[in-house]
């Protein structure tokens, strides 16, 4: 096999901070070279020095066992790379065909753009590795899983033989992941290069042939993945053994603490979102919200949390009707939120460290007094919460926003323990965190679980479901379609999820 | 989300996170950078300012040097040296004074849009606050003939500062109850304000004096008149007012800093949506927010009313730009209690150390005095938008976006 692209000893600076440091990589023609490494590994740095987005301080770049300096995307293309960021660069208004074709128009006699050239040039290329998008079709009203493939056609009708894949499975569901790795197959069989960025084992070992695995910046090792297991690449990744399973104790269900009937909630754009959901958590319980996105999980959660008007039905905490009751008072009946998104919903990234953890009890006599906050027991909180939960990078003080995702994320799970509440909502609560992180999360919830406290976990990885529920509900169309147990078979979960199959509640 | 872990130069560059990014978008960074960036950026904008200014000055064919010393001296800040001989001190003293009267209002009118930018929200209606309080206070002023002075003085306040927040509450309501954009409805508000003071103290309009013929409301009464300590009463000396003005300053700080209200309007501003999940109502502090903005901006105008000014005339309430020289005000003063106060100083100086009374005429003459004043306070606020409104305007299309989707998609 030739070598497509060599990178030796790459070497990037951001004022103090070393992204990079005498990083080597390797690619062949034919093969799926994984780029593995927690977030601020250095991943996407490298990958942007060999898009020409940056300059490298040090170092090399060969494509085909040619020395080249790359200073621009357009450089980048020309010579046979192709970039599918993580967020699509795509014109929401214009058809499959025109934005593939954007910027290097096939030209018709008069000068004006050819569009049966641009749809029969997309369709042979769609055609040609399986990619099954018509090019007709208006952006904005496909799919993810289709964009991104639209995507990917941009690159190769510039001729990319060398794809890099910017973490292209965080924003797919489990059946889309499958239809992109189909894909991928197709075209390494065709003889492209392939980076592959993720920082998911599963799917590195599923789709890779090869992992190079980045950690602060530096090359670990680059491995086969035959013979690799999940364990040893976390390992590798981290720096240390991680635990991929979670230790559970025995369920010791005590009596329900969440009671929803019959719950009706309507969309942002008022349409019904969730239609009828019965459901009950009990103390000591982990129940999972399993299902497609976009299924009424996010509409349901808001309505348990106060964050959105119910239509009909009934929210009881404890045994109390608390249907229609407001964020905070919802808090106050004991129910506390991870948000699905901190940036957006969870956190105030502007405000400090302690006056995030003060989101919830700003106005108890904990933190305030007749409408007066009190800065000193704000901070004298923030840091035991900062202790308590592992919080590194910061002091009270310091910005939300200067915090890792992790210690984000950490910050509000401390902030709604902190609030002990009955039943705990957790909505993605590992969305967009490394592995190291992702252990914490999952073992605190099972500590909160095994300390009495119901937990609703709404999550998009199976995976995760699987993993740490007690109970498994699949919920479709705004309806609980099926009750499973938490060694249900993915195919099994998978089925219920896309509607497949009704299953009365065991 | 890898990108946003990565340094910060990395994000930015690479086109950075796309919408749903959240608070990491480089427009987001800057604005946190500029709140808390310190004193140097308004430093420069100034010097900035005056070294164009200065350029402007060489092109009229005057010396910059000694045109900004005379009107350094016009603002009677030289009274403060100590070398300023004993000859100069009296004239000093009177501008000082007149710089310090100027400064009253800009400091409420400044707070008035800063504390509004602290909630997130624009208030361009500072002008139209400032004179339905400037309305209120004549008339209160000028009825009650023989109350006692103290409350007569705090009726009279009161009754501006309550004018001027219900103007200001009409914009945090629309905002508040139908999301009507509070920039635009500032604006009109603005307008509609000068047209009721038109009405009111014009030809034949229920306000106007006793005189038939000159647009003017009475004078207000000798007992309504705010206490003169520094300087002749009959001369335009400083009023109590600047305390009002000091006790202002420090109650939005207290309030902004160390209350659970300002903590709601504080997270409101940064983050409407987390604000919501804390449990606050983001409708109900918009709607506080205005209705304090214009209480500032109504107080402002009862601090010139029954200062010094004690009659409003029609033609005052077409020229004055008060309230809208607070946006520059609280711009420069990076929407900070102690920001505010030195950029209302800063505008103050302008104003006086630029006005034909008080600049030297051999050094530059009268007539060409007023031009130059609103040409460097229009260069310093150009300066001071420059980088700020930049990051306001992205910021607010970056909120902006969520309300457009919703409407796209239910049509």
């Known amino acids: ?506 | 989300m890898s990108a946003v872990d990565e340094p910060a130069a990395g994000a930015a560059l690479a086109g950075g996170p796309g919408p749903e990014g959240g608070g990491q978008t480089s427009a987001a960074r800057l604005a946190a950078y500029v709140q808390g960036g310190g004193v140097v950026v308004p430093l420069l904008t100034v010097v900035m300012a005056f070294l164009a200014g200065g350029l402007v000055i060489l092109l009229t064919g005057h010396n910059p040097l000694s045109t900004y010393k005379a009107i350094f001296d016009g603002t009677g800040l030289n009274w403060l040296l100590p070398w300023t001989s004993s000859a100069d001190r009296p004239a000093a003293a009177l501008n000082l004074q007149q710089t310090l009267i100027q400064t009253v209002p800009l400091i409420l009118t400044g707070l008035a849009v800063a504390f509004a930018f602290r909630c997130g929200l624009f208030n361009i209606g500072g002008q139209g606050q400032y004179l339905m309080g400037s309305y209120a206070a004549v008339w209160a002023g000028s009825s009650f003939a023989g109350m006692a002075h103290v409350p007569h003085v705090l009726i009279a306040a009161l009754l501006a500062a309550v004018a001027g927040a219900l103007w200001a509450g009409i914009a945090g309501l629309l905002k508040a109850t139908v999301g009507a954009n509070e920039v635009i409805s500032t604006i009109m508000l603005n307008y509609t304000a000068i047209y009721i003071g038109d009405y009111l103290f014009g030809l034949g309009g229920p306000l106007q004096g006793n005189q038939p013929s000159v647009p003017v409301s009475n004078d207000i009464a000798g007992g309504a008149k705010l206490h003169v300590f520094w300087g002749d009463p009959e001369l335009q000396g400083l009023h109590i007012g600047i305390f009002v003005a000091l006790v202002a300053l420090v109650a939005f700080w207290v309030v902004l800093n160390r209350s659970t209200t300002g903590y709601e309007v504080r997270a409101v501003g940064l983050n409407p949506e987390a604000a919501r999940y804390g449990g606050m109502s983001v409708a109900r502090n918009y709607l506080l927010v205005m209705a304090v903005c214009g209480f500032f901006a109504g107080l402002a105008g009862a601090m010139d009313i029954l200062g010094w000014q004690f009659r409003i005339a029609t033609n005052d309430i077409d020229i004055s730009q008060i309230g809208f020289l607070g946006i520059a005000v609280a711009l420069l003063g990076r929407n900070t209690a102690i920001g505010t106060l030195f950029s209302a100083l800063l505008f103050g100086a302008l104003l006086s150390g630029t006005s034909q009374r008080n600049l030297d005429p051999t050094i530059f003459e009268p007539q060409l005095a007023s031009n130059l004043t609103t040409i460097i306070q229009g260069l310093v606020v150009l300066f001071v938008s420059a980088d700020v409104l930049v990051i306001a305007i992205l910021r607010s299309g970056r909120r902006l976006v969520p309300f457009r989707r919703r409407r796209e998609s239910e049509t």
Request: charge should be negative; include cysteine; proline fraction near 3%.
């Open chain 1, 1 to 506: 096999m030739e070598r497509a692209l060599e990178l030796r000893g790459i070497t990037k600076r951001f004022g103090r901070i070393v992204a990079n440091e005498g990083v080597d990589f390797d690619l062949q023609a034919g093969e799926v070279h994984a780029l593995l490494g927690e977030n601020g590994a250095g991943k996407s740095t490298l990958m942007s020095i060999l898009y020409g987005l940056y300059r490298p301080d040090e170092g090399e770049i060969r494509v085909d066992g040619e020395r080249v300096t790359i200073d621009s995307p357009r450089h980048a293309i020309d010579l046979g790379i192709g970039m599918v960021h993580q967020h699509f660069m795509l014109i929401p208004v214009m058809t499959v065909a025109e934005n593939i074709v954007l910027a290097d128009e096939p030209r018709s006699a008069g000068g004006l753009l050819d569009v049966q050239a641009a749809d029969a040039r997309v369709r042979e290329l769609s055609d040609r590795f399986g990619l099954a998008v018509n090019p007709d079709a208006v952006v904005e009203d496909v799919s993810v899983g289709q964009q991104q493939r639209v995507e990917i056609l941009k690159a190769l009708y510039r001729e990319a033989r060398i794809l890099v894949l910017d973490e292209p499975t965080a924003v797919l569901t489990a059946q889309e992941t499958q239809d992109l790795f189909r894909v991928l197959r197709a075209l390494r069989d065709d003889g492209k290069a392939i980076v592959f960025i993720s920082h998911k084992l599963g799917e590195v070992l599923d789709i890779a042939d090869r992992v190079t695995v980045l950690r602060r910046g530096k090359r670990v090792d680059t491995v086969s993945t035959e013979g690799a297991t999940e364990g040893s690449l976390a390992r590798l990744m981290v720096g240390r053994d991680v635990l991929l399973r979670v230790d559970k104790a025995p369920l010791e269900r005590r009596e329900p603490i969440l009671e929803i009937r019959d719950l009706h909630v309507r969309d942002d754009r008022d349409l019904p979102a969730v239609q009828g959901v019965d459901l009950t958590v009990h103390a000591g319980e982990i129940v999972a919200l399993a299902g497609v996105d976009g299924n009424g999980q996010s509409e349901l959660i808001e309505a348990i949390t106060g964050l959105r008007g119910v239509e009909q039905g009934e929210i009881a905490v404890e045994g109390r009707d608390r249907t229609g009751a407001g964020a905070r008072d919802m808090v106050a009946a004991g129910v506390s939120h991870i948000a699905e998104d901190r940036h957006r919903r969870g956190l105030v990234l502007n405000f400090s460290i302690a006056e995030n953890l003060a989101l919830r009890e700003y106005r108890t006599p904990k933190l305030s007094r007749h409408g007066w906050l009190s800065p000193r027991k704000m901070v004298t909180r923030a840091r035991s919460l900062i202790r308590e939960f592992d919080v590194r990078g910061g002091e009270p003080e310091t910005p939300a926003a200067a915090l890792s995702g992790g210690n984000q994320q950490k910050c509000v799970i401390a902030r709604e323990i902190a609030c002990n509440p009955r039943v705990l909502v957790a909505a993605q609560p590992t969305r967009g965190l490394d592995v190291g992180a992702i252990e914490f999360v999952h073992r605190r919830l099972v500590a909160e679980r095994d300390a009495g406290r119901g937990i609703l976990l709404m999550s998009l990885e199976s995976e995760e479901v699987r993993s740490l529920a007690d109970r498994i509900l699949v919920i479709y169309e705004g309806r609980i379609v099926g009750e499973f147990p938490p060694d249900a078979s993915e195919e099994e979960l998978g089925i219920a999820m896309t509607g497949g199959r009704r299953r009365e509640a065991a």
